[in-house]
């Protein structure tokens, strides 16, 4: 077995993250972890070689130590909707360049970095046009870093804030749903295999500096999706397909409520299908698997989600 890395994760008590960390410390590497609420994280203390520290990742001393003496830095930070001084603006395109500059201070310089599908700084939404500033800062500093791009399309599995969410709506709503851009195209990919581009990429020379798209092998509307979660979790499904006028208003008075099931950026971010045009998957070496391997292990009436599946 190769020797262990270590490996500074920001973003590893997230959705992908925690399952990413629990992949890696099977591996025996080395693990640190700095979050905003350490004693939320629990179930990633029982990992032997992972270590949970509270930090702001965005002061740029506190990043200056955190990576210092790593092999590995992963960047998997994002947020999906702004909240008071997390802007897109600093939660991705920000935190990019202190992350690049911190790495250059500190002489490391093998960086896995998780952008998104579409992410383009002339996008339609912020979301988009962030992510996209956050590549150009990485890309910049291109002879100093040996860094590697994901770009997935939305991503399923076990806890995941898409098809759980879909179910837990369908569910309240006893099978109705008014849904914007229902046309929205997607390829859903499933984080065992998002999980799986990041540990090849890990030690792999031929990666660096290559952007990877993240694609499953089907193509679904975001209608399609929503008939699927319903079909999977044994729910009614009536959806109202909503004209752009009306969508753009549900998504500005659900972007008011606690928790923002959805915002005007999110609407925006969908008039863009999130569709690979090329195939990250099988340069990897890797072939994903389709919604229905997967979802009724944790969406199916029978189902009993397995957290980090990948750790004996
Ligand atoms: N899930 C998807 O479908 C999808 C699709 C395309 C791209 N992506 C990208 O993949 C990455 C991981 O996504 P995910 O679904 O795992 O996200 P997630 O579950 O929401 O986790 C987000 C992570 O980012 C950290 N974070 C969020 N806001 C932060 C802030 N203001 N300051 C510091 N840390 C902050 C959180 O850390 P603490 O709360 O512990 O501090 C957490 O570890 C993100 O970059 C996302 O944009 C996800």
């Known amino acids: 077995m190769a020797a262990p890395l270590n490996i500074c994760v920001l973003g590893g008590t997230g959705f992908v993250g925690s399952e990413l ?22 179930d990633l203390r029982l990992f032997p070689t992972v270590r949970l520290l509270r930090a702001d990742i965005h002061d740029p001393q506190v990043l200056e130590s955190l990576v210092d003496g790593m092999d590995v830095v992963v960047n998997l930070v994002g947020i999906l909707n702004e909240n008071g001084r997390n ?60 860094f590697t791009f994901f ?62 798209e993240l694609g499953g092998p089907q193509v679904v509307t975001l209608e399609e999706l929503v008939r699927l979660c319903a079909q999977v979790a044994g729910l009614p499904c009536h959806i109202v397909r909503l004209p752009d006028a009306l969508g753009r208003l549900q998504a500005a ?5 606690p928790g923002k099931p959805m915002t005007l950026d999110n609407f925006r971010s969908l008039t863009r299908d999130s569709v690979c045009g090329t195939d990250g998957c099988t340069q990897l070496g890797l072939q994903p698997h389709r919604l229905l391997d997967i979802m009724p292990t944790y969406l199916g009436t029978r189902a009993r989600p397995l957290r980090f599946a990948s750790y004996p």
């Open 87 to 146: 802007t897109f603006q600093k939660v991705h395109a920000d935190l990019a360049a202190k992350v690049v500059a911190a790495m250059r201070a500190r002489q490391v310089r093998r960086l896995l970095h998780m952008s998104a599908l579409g992410a383009d700084r002339n996008g339609p939404s912020r979301y988009l046009r962030s992510k996209g500033e956050a590549e150009e800062h990485i890309r910049a500093a291109a002879q100093d870093l040996d």
């Open 253 to 257: 008075v659900l972007g008011l409520l």
């Open 151 to 212: 770009r997935p399309s939305v991503i399923f599995g076990p806890g995941d804030s898409l098809t759980n969410r879909f179910a837990g709506l369908l569910r309240l709503s006893h099978g109705w749903m008014p849904l914007a851009r229902s046309q929205a195209r997607f390829t859903p990919i499933y984080v065992g295999e998002v999980v799986a581009a990041f540990a090849c990429a890990l030690r792999e020379r031929a990666t660096f500096g290559q952007t990877y």
């Open 21 to 42: 960390v629990a992949h890696w410390a099977r591996d025996g590497h080395w693990l640190t972890l700095p979050t905003r609420n350490p004693a939320r994280e629990q």
